[in-house]
Every structure is written in C-alpha cells, then in structure tokens.
Nanobody, 121 residues
C-alpha cells in the first residue's frame, strides 16, 4: 500500500502562483493531480510518468508544470497565473504501473487526502 501526502495549498490572489507537493511512501510509475471544485466532478489536471513523460488538461497547459524529484517519490505541481476558476481541492494520485489512460481517475490506485487551493478575484 502506497500512501500519498500532499502539501502546498492555500489562499492566493488572481495571477499569483502556488506549488503543490505530493510525496509517496513507495515506488509508483505514474503520479498525477486531479481537482474538484464545489458542485463539480473531479477532473484531471496533470500527470507524469517514471521517465518524465507528461500529460496536461487543456486548462493547465501553459500555466501549470508537473515535475518529479530525482528519487521519483515526490511530484510537484507548479501553478502560475492562477484564476478564480482554479479554486478546488487538489488531490494527488498514483499507480504502480504505466498506462496510456493517464487522464482517467479510475486508473489510479492511490490517492492523497487533498489540499485546498483558493484563488480570490
């Protein structure tokens, strides 16, 4: 069983930046971020593979960057130019083996507890 621990959420103003971190207690192949805004379905944000391949939601492209540390146990989500519509609970997710379906939440085995990101206008 792999545990994921997230940090880095908070309250910021429009246009500001935040960096989320998620540390896994064991080896994982893919690590990703999803988010859920109030009253909405959880949606994919970004994912990164063991070898550094990345996927981004259209809403994240150009503003968010996902990366992984050298030990491959911690994933970061650098979020720039934040907008009020980015307000959500951001959850880290991971799976042990690679898959092409990296944007689908059902394909992830492990989940963090979530961290709140609030962007004020």
């Amino acid at each position: 069983q792999v545990q994921l621990v997230e940090s880095g959420g908070g309250l910021v103003q429009t246009g500001c930046s935040l960096r989320l971190s998620c540390t896994a207690s064991g080896r994982t192949s893919i690590m990703g971020w999803f988010r859920q805004a109030p009253g909405k379905e959880r949606e994919f944000v970004a994912a990164i593979t063991w070898t550094g391949g990345t996927n981004y939601a259209d809403s994240a492209k150009g503003r968010f960057t996902i990366s992984r540390d050298n030990a491959k146990t911690t994933v970061y989500l650098q979020m720039n130019s934040l907008k009020p519509e980015d307000t959500a609970v951001y959850s880290c997710a991971a799976r042990r083996f690679d898959t092409v379906r990296r944007t689908t939440q059902e394909n992830y085995e492990y989940w963090g507890q979530g961290t709140q990101v609030t962007v004020s206008s």
